[in-house]
């Protein structure tokens, strides 16, 4: 089957910007600012690239790639940490991270039977870096949800080609949400799902470190958007009538930031990031395979090196608070905003999801005084 990859992605960026997100409609989440961008990119260096691919009936996936800065991953790696908030799912990579507290590879989002086809990509793209003619081990780091009610998963569409493109064309600067690269087929509280981020940048006197988030949203529990308990209002939420499992699903979450923090505290800045998914009334179900990944873009670390030892300023335990705020308050808007972006989607089977309807949600924000006029 032939996809018009370009064709798509241009119809999706033109969709998406005709939707607007969390903050454009005057649902400003927590205390802290955004950055420019509101987004992981607002994180120097960091890259976002995407590959879509919806075609006929049955195909409703992508690839989205983060990289860490456009340097050489395997040569210059990051440090880095993973949390599992709930285990049931396929994250590629995780021991020698958990071990060594390094990244040396992109990070891959994609769907469940395409783990393997997105690890082998990673690893061709690693090996064909200049500098990497010796490489004889790679990491990859790849993660996924299941999005095989709109997707038909089985069909294994995902190619290596598609990959290495979405790694190829990753940039700075403003991240398309919603239906695109691995949020394309997915649903998240029983309405369309996707790709959301948002960030946070500390006022200087805190820092003025930057903290992103980018996540794909693919799970479900009792929607509340800013405290405001929508799931509810709206009569549509987990467990309303009986034991189902419209709550199942995952969720994946990057987060990123330009503090020195090693690998100890990265992963407490993870743990952060699943109580932000909380927020939004996640429930992290038996079916649902939540992770953070989370990585420092400061103190990178060297592959070879003749020297044994090396020398990194770290951030003080004392001084990572407002970090923790800044991540669970950009993994929540970051949710909202995937939801927010999503449109009415038709996939596999006659499968249909809908998105978000905003009236409705605009409307109970407004009775609970949550509405910033």
């Not at 120097?44 to 590959?51: D, I, L, R, S």
């Not at 369309?192 to 820092?207: A, D, V």
């Not at 923790?324 to 989607?345: D, G, H, K, Q, V």
């Amino acid at each position: 089957m032939k996809i018009n990859i370009l064709v798509i992605l241009m119809l999706l960026t033109f969709s998406a910007a005709a939707q607007k997100r969390s903050r454009e409609l005057g649902i400003k989440i927590g205390v802290l600012s955004p950055g420019s961008l509101n987004a992981i990119t607002d994180v120097a260096g960091v890259k976002v690239g995407q590959v879509t691919l919806s075609e006929g009936a049955d195909v409703r996936t992508g690839v989205t790639a983060i990289l860490p800065h456009d340097g050489n991953l395997f040569q210059q790696k990051v440090q880095a940490a993973m949390y599992i908030g709930n285990g049931f799912g396929k994250l590629a990579g995780y021991s020698q991270v958990e071990e060594l507290g390094t990244l040396e590879s992109p990070i891959i989002l994609t769907n469940t039977l395409s783990v393997l086809t997105a690890a082998d990509a990673i690893i061709d793209w690693t090996l064909m870096q200049k500098g990497n003619e010796n490489v004889r081990s790679v990491n990859p780091v790849v993660g996924e949800t299941n999005d095989g009610y709109l997707n038909d998963i089985r069909g294994r569409y995902i190619k290596k080609e598609h990959v290495l493109n979405a790694l190829a064309q990753a940039a700075s600067g403003p991240v398309t949400e919603g239906n695109v690269g691995a949020g394309t087929g997915t649903v998240c509280f029983n309405w369309k799902g996707g790709i959301g981020t948002s960030s946070r940048k500390l006022p200087k006197n805190l820092g003025g470190y930057t903290v992103g988030v980018l996540v794909q949203t693919n799970f479900g529990g009792v929607l509340k958007v800013n405290g405001v308990p929508v799931g509810e209002e709206m009569g549509k939420y987990a467990f309303k009538e009986s034991l189902d499992k419209s709550s199942d699903g995952s969720c994946m979450m990057v987060v990123a930031t330009d503090a020195p923090l090693d690998a100890r505290n990265l992963k407490r800045l993870a743990k952060r990031v699943f109580m932000g998914m909380a927020q939004t009334g996640g429930i992290a179900s038996n079916g649902s395979g939540d992770y953070v990944i989370a990585f420092s873009t400061a103190n990178r670390v060297l592959h070879e090196t003749s020297e044994s030892t090396f020398s990194a300023n770290y951030l003080h335990n004392d001084y990572v608070s407002p970090l923790f705020l800044a991540a669970m308050e950009s993994t929540e808007e970051a949710i909202i905003n995937s939801l927010l972006m999503a449109r009415t989607s038709e996939g596999t089977q006659g499968h249909k999801v809908e998105e978000l309807p905003k009236d409705k949600l605009l409307g109970i924000m407004r009775k609970y005084g949550r509405l910033k006029q």
